[in-house]
Structure formats: C-alpha cells, structure tokens
C-alpha cells in the first residue's frame, strides 16, 4: 500500500469520535466539517502573487480588492499615496533581477524558490467554528512523507506550513479541551499553482505608467528647435537633482559626464528596457486571480515588451527601449516566444507535468504603425515633421491599411499556431484583449488643438488627420483584430473550436467617455490650472521660463501622474510630466548629438507614454479581461464583495483569519 494510502487510512481513525462515530466529510474542501460540533479546518495559500517577494505588498492589494474590481481598487491605492504612485514602494520588491529578468531562484519573505517551479507552498491553517476555550491543537500534514510534519499550537492560533506543491496533504487536527476530551477534524489540501503568461506590445506592457515617476524640477531645462539656419530654444521642467548646465549651451551639457548625471534622474519600471509596469492590466489580472483564488498561487511571467510587433518583438528580437538604472544595458530584448518556451522548458526540467495555464495577449498596433500614426497625427508642418519623416516616425492611414490587408493577417495565423501548443492545443487559454480607442468623446473623435500637447512647440493635432485616423481604427483595425483573433478572418482556421481565442473587448464603451481631450471639473488642480485647454501651459519668455517654466502658480513637482482624472489616456504633457523618456531603441537617423538636443525635446514628450493608458485605464482593462480569464480558466467569480478602507499608509492590512 502507498503511503498516501496509509495516511489516508489513519486520518480516517483519527477522525473517529470517542463513541466510535465517524465525523461527517463535507464536499467544500475548504470547510471539513463535523456535523455535530461546527468545527472546520480552513486554509489558503500564503502571498500567492509569486512575483512578489513581501507578503506585505500582496495583502495591500487584497485589502484595495475589497472595494469592488481593479479601478476602485486603484482609487483607493492612490488616495493613499496623494496620486505620487503605490508601485514605487513595490517595484525593488520583485522577483526580477536589475534588467527585468526573472529571476530563477527567489527569495520570498525569507525562503529561497524556485520560481518557474516551485517545490511547495507556504499555507495558513486554522481551526474556525466554536473553538472551544482554552483548547490545544495537535496539528498533522501528511503528504505521503514519513515522518508526516506536526504542529503543536493553541487553537486559537493559526499555522504556517509549507505544503509539497504536486500531491495532496492531509491535514489533519486533534483538539483536546481542557476537561481531556477529545475531538478531530480533517481535510484534503492540495495547492493550485497557475501559470500565466504576459504577451504583447506596449499596451500589455503598462508604458506611459513608470513604477517610479520622474522626480521633476522646479526649475527650467532647455532644448533646442528645427528651424533651418536660425536658432530657437524653449524651456521646459528639469528632472530633479540635475547640476548641470540647463541652458542649450555647447559645453558641459554636451559632454557625456553630463548625461551621464541626467540619465540616473530618470524614472523606475519593472523592466526599463521594455518599460514594463506594475501598473500593465496583465499584471493586474493575474494578481486579480491570485487575490480572489485562495487555494491558488499564480506564477506570472512578464514578458510584454514596448515597441513590439509580432514579427520583432513576439517572435525576433528587438531593440531596448532604454536603459535600467544600474548593471548591464543590453541593447536588444530576445523575442518573446523564444522566452517563454525557454521559461517552460527550465520549469518542466524540475516538474515534468507543468502546463501554461494562460495566456494575456495585445499586439498589432505597431505592426500597423501606430506611433506612426500618432505622429502624423500631432507634428505640425516644419523643419521637425520633415526630420520625423525622414527618420520613418510618420505614417498615413493608407500605410497602415496596405499593413493591415495584405501582411498583419500571416503574421497573427503565424502567432496562432505557434501559441496553440504552448497552452494544450486550445487556444481559448489565450485572452487577447483589444485596445481602448485613445482619443474618442463618446461618438465623435476628439477635436484638433494644442490641448495637452503644448509640451512641444510644434504638437498640435490637426482635427482632419485625427478624425482620419479614428476612422481607420474603429472601422478597420479594430474589427480586423477581432476578427483574426476569433477565426472569422484572413488564413482559415483549421479547426475554430480550438484556433478561436478569448476575445475581450467590453471595455471600449468606457474609454469611449474617457478619451485624450475628456476634462473634469474633479481633475487635479493641477490639470485645471496649469495644462491650458488652448496651448498656453509654458512661459514662452526665455528669461523667465529658464527659472519659472510654467504659466499657472504651481510648481512642477505638484503634478500627480496617479491621481484621478477624467481621461484614461496620457497625453505629450502627461507624458512628459511623468517619464521624460528618450527612447534608445530609435533609428540612428533620430538620435539626438546632446541632452539639449532638439530630437531629444521632442521624443521626451511622447516616447515615455503619450496616446497610452493610464493606470487607471489598465485597471478598467483588467477588470474587463478578468471574467474571461475566470472562463478561460474554469474559475468561478467570488462572491460580491463590501468596500472596505486600507489601512492607514505605513500599516499592513490584516492578514487572512
């Protein structure tokens, strides 16, 4: 006989009462329940967000859950840090190493695992029901191991063991009163560990919503203007703590001591090179199922990278987005497929019978050249529109419609097929969750101007090329993208039932009213007073604006990148404001000579996030792609919950009774 069996036999004597009558089993694994006292054996798994190495970090957003979906749980995570960004406090926290990578072994609060496949998990267990006064509990799991592991506790007190991952364990309770009476209880443990990857673009990977902010200046920091053989400047917010020179001088700022100094200033993501975030909706809605699945852990492999498409980036290479803040800065980003069958194949090697339980999926807005789009959309006639032309930064809608009909369809049938064996041969475990237009007003594309894109002197939308673009994308990108992803377009599927995957899309409707150009009279002060609806945000005068940059009374380092606002999208102010990030992963053709340099000033504004979701627009996205990934997964939604406030900033929320 087994030794599992074994144990199972001596559980079933140890759950006899002293009258020889068999307790009652309930069917709820969580409850094991005899009838005629009320005692139950409840557990569930510790920190079960694996990517964190600090309970702490997860019992935080299991306390923010409780108001009801990722965007109240947002709310109430912000409220708490003045819009300055919660990620900040978390992001050092993560199993990821300097570059972004995951780590292969991780060290969580205090012991060291396997990451991809971990060798057990830590589970809190206790006794509810009418736990008699006074009483002590004779704890025992057994896994098949002998000896099986034995606590001794009071039975008031919760226990702490680390169950074997792969097998059931018996827990089992014997509870002695004070009068020596005797009683049991006992239950079948046995942990669920998800797998979930995260694939895509830019959009999956949470761009726009840096994990540490940009710390801005109060002061101004210039750059330099295309205009032919003139000369032209303007100021702008530094980053804070920069001793250099801030005027457009040749020298020092030109010197690579110089850049060195103002690239350390610059912001923290999760992975710099592919400007990943804890803020990204596939992040949240893993750590959404790991919050309300608490027999379960979710392992979550981050593997969504800015700039790629599914050519470069998904399946080749591409270029780095930028640099982390210390170690080594390597140039390219291995393709994502090529990680994550590599991360399967480390995983199965210690557990043969690991399985990808799902994947997260946004791509196809760069292989149609969005930014492209964007760009051409934003940049005004000039010597700068004429550079970004030259340097491949511009597109036309019928660039990106000879795109969309005659290659992205072999590209998306290739990412199909090769998805299909990674998730069992049904591709239903893949959630593809489509974009949230950026720039609607209910109906109608948002009107043309200077609005939230003063930051450079030469943005202004042009109303007809941004009512061309929504055009395109409402009426042809979008549709296609659903099409493709549910078999009812381009290469035919073999077999629908299983090339047809989970499409989300609900959340469009809520980004409609939620657009670029939405404004309320909830906003930030800062928003109301400071970006001017008509492109008078910035001190045009050279002298003043070298020391006082901005127009309103407000400081720079006011501004709250995470506070609440009625659009859900960045915009080149917002993107400036929260990333001034210069993208390395650029044309040689756009690299600037210095940090003054005019290209510089102009891909600060928008490489760092613009036309982007904001955090609460991920949080709206997770929430939408939640329920399919229940589905997907064969999950159920818990029960409705009560909003409950966090703890006061600085203090745990409780930990699970």
Not at 123 to 129: A, C, D, E, K, W
Not at 264 to 285: D, E, F, I, N, V
Request: glycine letters at 8%.
């Amino acid at each position: 006989m087994r030794p599992i069996a074994l144990a199972a036999l001596a559980v079933s004597l140890l759950c006899t009462g002293i009258d020889g009558r068999a307790a009652a089993q309930p069917a709820d694994p969580d409850a094991a329940q005899p009838a005629d006292t009320g005692l139950a054996i409840a557990w569930e798994v510790r920190n079960r967000f694996r990517l964190f190495r600090r309970e702490a970090d997860f019992q935080r957003h299991a306390a923010a859950s409780r108001a009801g979906g990722q965007l109240a749980a947002e709310h109430l995570l912000e409220r708490d840090t003045a819009g300055r960004g919660w990620a900040q406090s978390q992001v050092e926290h993560l199993c990821v190493n300097a570059a972004g990578a995951l780590l292969d072994t991780c060290e969580r609060d205090g012991e060291r695992e396997n990451y991809l496949a971990p060798k057990s998990h830590p589970v809190v267990v206790r006794l509810t029901g009418p736990v008699p006064p006074g009483a002590t509990c004779n704890w025992s799991f057994d896994d098949g191991t002998v000896p099986p592991k034995q606590v001794n506790a009071p039975c008031t007190q919760r226990v702490q063991p680390r169950l074997a991952f792969g097998k059931p364990t018996i827990a089992a309770v014997g509870i002695t009163r004070p009068d020596n009476s005797v009683e049991s209880v006992s239950t079948e443990i046995e942990v669920q560990d998800l797998l979930i990857a995260g694939l895509g673009d830019s959009v999956a990977a949470g761009e726009g919503n840096p994990d540490r902010p940009i710390a801005l200046a109060d002061e101004g920091f210039c750059f330099r203007r295309f205009l032919g053989a003139g000369r032209s400047e303007y100021f702008r917010p530094s980053r804070l703590g920069y001793e250099g020179d801030k005027a457009c001088d040749d020298s020092p700022a030109a010197s690579p001591a110089s850049a060195a100094e103002w690239n350390k200033l610059g912001t923290r993501w999760m992975s710099a090179a592919c400007h990943r975030s804890l803020y990204g909706y596939q992040l949240r809605t893993a750590l959404a199922l790991a919050v309300e699945n608490k027999h379960a852990a979710v392992t979550f492999l981050p593997l969504a990278c800015s700039g790629a498409t599914i050519e470069s980036g998904l399946f080749g290479a591409q270029g780095a987005n930028e640099c982390p803040p210390t170690g080594r800065c390597a140039g390219t980003v291995p393709g994502q497929i090529a990680q994550l069958q590599q991360a399967l194949a480390s995983a199965r090697k210690q557990i043969p019978e690991r399985q990808l339980d799902l994947v997260l999926l946004t791509v196809g807005a760069n292989d149609i050249k969005f930014s492209g789009l964007v760009a051409d959309v934003i940049v005004s006639a000039g010597v700068e529109r004429l550079l970004f032309s030259q340097g491949g930064l511009i597109a036309s809608v019928p660039q990106a419609q000879a795109i969309l009909d005659r290659e992205f369809p072999a590209s998306f049938a290739k990412l199909r097929a090769t998805l299909k064996p990674l998730v069992g041969g049904s591709l239903s475990r893949v959630v593809y969750v489509s974009y949230g237009h950026p720039a609607m007003q209910g109906d109608a594309p948002c009107p043309g101007g200077h609005e939230g894109l003063d930051v450079h002197p030469a943005f202004a939308a042009d109303g007809a090329r941004l009512k061309n673009v929504t055009d395109f994308v409402l009426t042809k990108f979008l549709p296609k993208v659903k099409a493709l992803a549910r078999c009812e377009a381009g290469p035919k599927c073999a077999n629908p039932e299983t090339d047809r995957m989970t499409f989300v899309d609900s959340h469009q409707a809520e980004f409609a009213n939620h657009g670029i150009c939405a404004r309320s009279p909830d906003d930030p002060q800062f928003d109301r007073e400071c970006f001017s609806p008509e492109g008078k945000s910035f001190e045009p005068d050279l002298v003043a604006s070298a020391t006082s940059p901005l127009v309103c009374p407000l400081r720079p380092s006011e501004f709250r990148p995470y506070a609440p606002r009625a659009r859900w999208i960045r915009t080149a102010n917002d993107s400036y404001f929260t990333a001034m990030t210069y993208p390395r992963a650029l044309p040689s053709t756009a690299q600037p000579s210095n940090i003054h340099d005019a290209s510089w000033g102009a891909l600060s504004a928008v490489y760092g996030g613009a036309f982007h979701p904001t955090a609460e627009g991920h949080a709206a996205m997770a929430d939408a792609a939640l329920p399919a990934a229940r589905q997907a997964l064969g999950l159920t939604a818990p029960p409705e919950v009560i909003a409950q406030p966090l703890p006061p900033p600085g203090q745990q929320a409780a930990p699970p009774q």
